[in-house]
């Protein structure tokens, strides 16, 4: 023990005694979340702002005297009605809705106003009109306006048809209320359960990658590993002390980013008032739940981190190490998508599964959905997975050829 | 003591490192059946010219390596068997062993007592012992990255005997460094010898080994061609100085390979 004691208290030394470290693992990723949340935020409104203020070009061909009358009453103003005479008004109109000087076109056809005006009494003659409109989708204000317009074409028919029977109502036959049933903290689980593995991998490798290189393969490159391997210290304490300070520094890390996302995330969806987006995500947790996600984690980090270091023991050097082990992140974090889009249904086989077993754990849990037994299969194969990394990585550390490329 | 019975390491070689040395053989005999052995209170030299066999023999006895043949005992413990108990008792210094560069010397040096469960008030004891006598005292407070070459050495030396071995090994102990701190570092080693320790080391230096060793096994090609004192090797070889008597061993023994 006295061995795993001094080795984790040196390598949290080494990073919080430099600045460069802290500011690298703990205070940059901070400023990074804050800063692109905040940046999006005041791009995404400005935006929103512009497309709102903005003063859309429509022309309307052949408005009726309804619709213009609709118009005035609703206070829809700023279009512009072409001059019919000049024939390739349209054709120009189409040329300005592809380099954006037009946003929207509408035609009225010329039998417009009689067939809407048919009365009820004469519904056998009816002939349902066209009406022409024609937008760009790739333009946010072409766009912004025809939603716009199809709101006021709304109204208008709503007017027209109660025009012709008396009472909208009378036509409108009936209306839909939906009502949401559903256990809100299920529902919450459900969508962070999609969410939290996929992060937890992502965040843990990538606090430990860099740093587990350097701990083992770097300090194997420097030759300050075999001083180490001088001393009397049992191979397995230098193993497990540089484990578990990676995991200790990795779950700092990890915490870090999460912390500044919880602060920093719902204020600035509230700036630009996305704040539904975030009603989803309030749960409570009940103890047991707290427990087994607790439990989980520690293994979870355990495996991430020994999978890192066994990948460092085995590298001659940084480089090496750094390039086995982007491949052997994309794995994981290939499987970590998986278990976005799968389940593992209850069976337990699925759980034993090292990484992948683990994911659909904590999946389970925070959808409510976990058994005991698959639970156990779940931490407990995480846990054996990662002794036994330790045990290879101790063979490792006794072997003169993974040491000493001898 | 240190006995060591015809141990013999032989490398397994990569394709690469086969077509870097420019051999079609799968394996090299670093050390070939060398036996030897060394007391209390002497100081024995390892003397051969570069790539003999002398490293890859200091790394056997200090563990970091396995003979492929043979044993070597340390103060009665087997290397292979009882690693631990052969790392308490052995202080060893290399050139591609070294400091964590970050941290510094005093840091350091109470790192790797903890390591060697040297109790605190005896690890103050040493270190300031220590730290005083190769003049680190000063700077025992700065980065090992901060510290010139031979401070680095110093420290690394003194960090090496943070657990007060019974045996030092010193693997070209002397190489590096100026004439001022190489001259620190032999006298310490006949301090070292005055107050009853073992010390091995290594070198290629004929007027270091002349000046330190009481008895020197030389090592050519990874066997062993002479062993004694000098006045042994002297007579042995007909000369008056370990240069000429040297050049006598290396000319009878090294064959060039065709």
Redesign the interface.
Known sequence: M??I??IV??EL??VF??KKMVMSLFVLPVLMVVGIFALMSVLIKGRTDDIEAHEPVVYIANAPTSFESFASAAGLTGYIEPALESGDWLDNAKAGLLDATVDLIVCFPDNFESAVMTGADELASVTIPQIEVYYNPSEDYSSQARSVYQTYFEMYKQGLLANRFGDYSAVMMFDVTDNQIQDEDKAAGKMLGMMLPYFITMLIFAGAMGLGVDMIAG?KE???L?????????RQQIVLGKVFSLSILAVMSAAVYVVSMVAAVPALMKSVGGEDALSGLSINFTGVQIVQIVVLMIGVVLLYVSIICMVAVFAKNVKEASSYITPVYLVVIVVGMFTMYSSAEGVMYKYLIPVYGSSMAFKDILTREITMPNFLAAAISTYVVAALLVLVMTKAFNS?KV??N? | MIEINNLTKIYKLSSNQMKKLKTKNSTKVAVDKVSFSAEAGEILGLLGPNGAGKTTTLRCIATLLKPTEGSITVQGHDTVSEPEAVRSSIGFLTNEIKLDPQFSAKYLFHFFGRLHKVPEDVLEERRKELFTYFGIDGFEDKKIEELSTGMKQKAAIAVSLVHDPDIVIFDEPTSGLDIITARSVTDYLLELKKKGKLVIISTHIMSEAEKLCDRLVVIIDGKKTAEGTLENIYEATGTNNLEDAFFELYKENHKEER
């Open positions: 006295y061995g004691k001094a208290g040196k030394r080494r005694k430099d300090e420097r030759g300050t075999a001083t180490m391997l001088l001393s009397p210290v049992n003169e040491m000493f001898a």
